[in-house]
């Protein structure tokens, strides 16, 4: 199993980023995917999780501004960051599980396969 993130970089607020998540070693468009990210000094939370139906849930501090997707041909895992926040900057990490149940989906104990992350960072 193997997940590996791209795409971070430093930007100034209020641009755009996409991260991608490249998966391999499992079959990717059964599992449930998600972002999570981890600020330093600060716990990991739950960004967005995208299901095997294709059904999204985000966490209230990227509603609105991030769109996660993926493209199961390329077994690929996105996530569109938009007007960019100093408070966005963190270490962003894919993760997947076959099933999370719908009201842990944000929760990163429920997930069993992660990337290494990549940095993105926020001035």
């Known amino acids: 199993v193997q997940l590996v993130e791209s795409g971070g970089d430093s930007v100034q607020t209020g641009r755009s980023l996409r991260l991608s998540c490249a998966v391999s070693?499992?079959?990717?468009?059964?599992?449930?995917m998600g972002w999570f990210r981890q600020a330093p000094g600060k716990e990991r939370e739950g960004v967005a999780v995208i299901d095997s139906d294709g059904r999204t849930t985000y966490a209230d501090y990227v509603k609105g501004r991030f769109t996660i997707s993926k493209d199961n041909a390329q077994n690929t895992l996105y996530l569109q960051m938009n007007s960019l926040k100093p408070e966005d900057t963190a270490m962003y990490y894919c993760a997947a599980d076959y099933w999370v149940v719908y009201g842990r989906r944000l929760v990163l104990l429920e997930y069993d396969y992660w990337g290494q992350g990549t940095q993105v960072t926020v001035s």
């Open positions: 070693g499992f079959p990717f468009s059964t599992y449930c």
